[in-house]
């Protein structure tokens, strides 16, 4: 069945109520969970999903969500404002949640749809669709089109893709702003557009690359000079799908890949925090996505939040429902006198707004920790990951406990194991390769480059700042009518201002070190010779061969001291060599092989955030190596001292 077509049918007098409490409790994050449906190899076996519901009208009412976890004896509830589950097709979500909001686009107040979730959870089913079952993007443009018909409106589209922090315009790169008119002429601009420019990639790879996309409907109306102005937009992104990098033990390739998807949504989950926090500092420069979004998301701009569900046992479900259900708990601070509260955010005064980004970081303590906290939100192990939240979120406050009485309802989702009869276990085996230098998209794919060479704070008087520079044939092009959305990077913060020596100098340096660590005797004290190996191999009763226990000391033998000061210099070369990390310029970085540009430009973002990132060598996973990676290229450092 069509799903446009059935979208009017299915607005049910119940489902009309919740239209209305949608509205009523549209607080600046709407918070939605969305169960997907099973694909044909899910079998039913138990429920892992337990969706409450407390209270039945209105703002009162409160959703929580709490999953089997068999990895976890913690049976923790997380809240969100409204769960779909799986028979509730895409149109009753566009009715309740999308549909309400359309009036405001056209009154100036900006709507963003943000679908966020692990792979394979329906983020794109929910967003995009397809031509058989319509997304939300399909459907919004085509009660749109119905809208502005005969009227003084237009309606214009861009559709543009994150890919590797790269964007990208999947329509005309010419003409930011695609004038629609028709849902045919739509469709097709959606769904050929959003495969026919995909990026290409360097190398051929198993799995499909992961990237965020982002569809903006533009309203337009002309202004007394008779130019069309956009007056409010519409966003629906379809984020990358979120997973633990070192859980799901990613090769080396998409390992970046995995780390810059991680970096954005945090970027993009401080900036939504900050938003709703009021804060008069929004962190937008952090990622390429956050720019993108940066004129639709503060002031009075509305938020939703769809969180993707799969059905079966996932962990990154679990901890996307984490990070989203601690966005509903924001409480908005007291605008300040100067921030324009009611307005959209122009992207020059956003930018002015953004000022710096080191200041950007000593913001209020309610802001979600960034940088090299990503891993802590979107990271590594399941503790650090959400340290920064942890207390939080095992507060028994924070979890909902009303007074009245809670209705168990529906869900009863199966149970598989993980990677039984589902994707995600094929999804996430990997094999070691070779340190891959930084990958990056073909040139000749229609890439926006937002970059720029000069200070940050001078973008606000600066118009021309604003121009995104697309790669393809060298053309520039200017960004969406109203849209300075995509503002410049600064890549003079990338460079180290205290500049290091070259690297010959630095592996020199190491290397005397070593020298002179071999030529000083270390002070261990040898223990004397124990003779109680001999007691132990002496039995009385039955001739056995004599056990051998690690209690030996061969400290005094040649070997035994040549091992304990050889792993004495090793301690100390592995330090040097981080200390070399945490201060090296970027082109001395470059000069590591298994560091190219993104990754030596990563790390020194690594080293603006907290100035000796790498405290030992664990700490270069986060650039995305993996362990045998970090090895190779501390031998290859090591093995440079003697040629
Ligand atoms: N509500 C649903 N009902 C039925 N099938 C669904 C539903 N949602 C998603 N699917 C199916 O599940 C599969 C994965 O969905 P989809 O591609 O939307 O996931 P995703 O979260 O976008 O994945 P990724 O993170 O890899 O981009 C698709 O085959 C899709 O058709």
Redesign the pocket.
């Known amino acids: 069945m069509d799903s446009r077509s059935s979208h009017t049918a299915s607005v049910t007098p119940s489902s009309r109520n919740q239209t209305k409490s949608c509205s009523k409790l549209g607080g600046k994050v709407r918070i939605v969970a969305?169960i997907?449906?099973?694909?044909d190899l899910e079998l039913a076996s138990e429920p892992v999903i337990h969706v409450c519901k407390s209270g039945d009208n209105g703002a009162l009412e409160k959703v929580t969500l709490s999953f089997d976890d068999q990895t976890s004896s913690r049976k923790n509830e997380y809240e969100v404002d409204c769960c779909y589950h799986?028979n509730e097709d895409t149109a009753l979500i566009f009715s309740r949640e999308v549909k309400p909001r359309i009036a405001k686009v056209f009154d100036g107040e900006s709507s963003t749809f943000i679908a966020f979730?692990?792979?394979?959870?329906?983020?794109?089913?929910?967003i995009q669709g397809s031509k058989e079952n319509s997304g939300l993007g399909m459907l919004v443009v085509d009660e749109i089109l119905k809208m502005v018909e005969g009227g003084k409106h237009a309606v214009a589209v861009s559709f543009y893709e994150v890919f590797q922090d790269h964007v990208y315009d999947l329509l005309d790169p010419k003409n930011p702003e695609v004038p629609v008119k028709s849902i045919l002429e739509f469709e097709k601009l959606y769904y050929i557009g959003s495969n026919s420019n995909k990026p290409k990639q360097k190398v051929a790879l198993e799995l499909?690359r992961?990237s965020h996309k982002a569809l903006m409907i533009h309203i337009l109306a002309c202004d007394e000079r008779q130019n069309p102005k956009c007056v409010g937009k519409m966003n629906f992104v379809?984020l990358?799908?979120y997973e633990n990098a070192k859980r799901n033990s990613i090769d080396g390739a998409n390992l970046v890949e995995g780390t810059l998807i991680n970096k954005s949504l945090n970027a993009l989950f401080n900036v939504i925090h900050a938003v709703s926090a009021n804060e008069s500092r929004v962190p937008y420069r952090e990622s390429k996505i956050t720019r993108v979004l940066q004129d639709s998301l503060g002031g009075n701009n509305h938020i939703s939040m769809f969180v993707?569900l799969n059905p079966l046992f996932c962990p990154d479900t679990i901890h996307a429902v984490t990070l989203a259900s601690r966005l509903k708990s924001i409480k908005p601070v007291a605008a300040k006198k100067q921030s324009n509260s009611s307005a959209p955010l122009s992207a020059n005064k956003a930018d002015s707004v953004v000022a710096s980004r080191s200041a950007a970081k000593k913001g209020p303590n309610s802001r979600l920790p960034s940088g090299k906290k990503t891993n802590e939100y979107f990271g590594d192990t399941n503790t650090k990951q959400a340290s920064g939240f942890k207390k939080k979120a095992n507060n028994p406050s924070k979890v909902v406990k009303s007074d009245i009485p809670k209705q168990k309802s529906t869900v009863v989702v199966p149970y598989v194991e993980e990677g039984k009869g589902s994707l995600d276990g094929a999804l996430f085996n990997s094999d070691e390769v070779d340190i891959a230098s930084d990958i990056v998209p073909c040139s000749n794919d229609k890439e926006i480059v937002v970059s720029d060479a000069t200070q940050e704070n001078s973008h606000a008087s600066n118009e021309e700042d604003a121009l995104v520079k697309v790669e393809d044939n060298c053309k520039e092009v200017t960004p969406p009518v109203d849209g300075d959305n995509i503002v410049k990077e600064d890549n003079t913060l990338l460079v180290n201002e205290t500049k290091s020596p070259p690297l010959s100098v630095r592996l020199k340096e190491l290397s005397m070190n070593l020298q002179s660590l071999c030529a000083t005797p270390l002070p261990i004290s040898m223990p004397p010779v124990a003779n109680t190996e001999i007691a132990n191999i002496v039995d009385t009763m039955e001739p056995k061969t004599p056990m051998v226990t690690n209690k030996m000391d061969f400290s005094n033998c040649p070997s035994g001291k040549f091992s304990k000061r050889s792993s004495g210099m090793k301690q100390s070369f592995v330090q040097e060599y981080l200390e070399f990390l945490n201060t090296a310029t970027k082109e001395d970085l470059k000069g590591i092989k298994g560091i190219g540009e993104k990754r030596a430009s990563y790390i020194l973002e690594l080293r603006e955030e907290s100035p000796q990132p790498f405290k030992d060598l664990d700490d270069l996973q986060e650039i995305g190596l993996s362990a045998k990676q970090v090895k190779r290229m501390v031998q290859n450092a090591a093995g440079g001292l003697f040629n």
Do not use: L
Not at 117 to 126: D, L, N, Y
């Open positions: 969305r997907r449906g099973f694909k799986q979730g692990a792979r394979g959870s329906g983020k794109t089913f929910t499909p992961r379809d990358a799908g993707c």
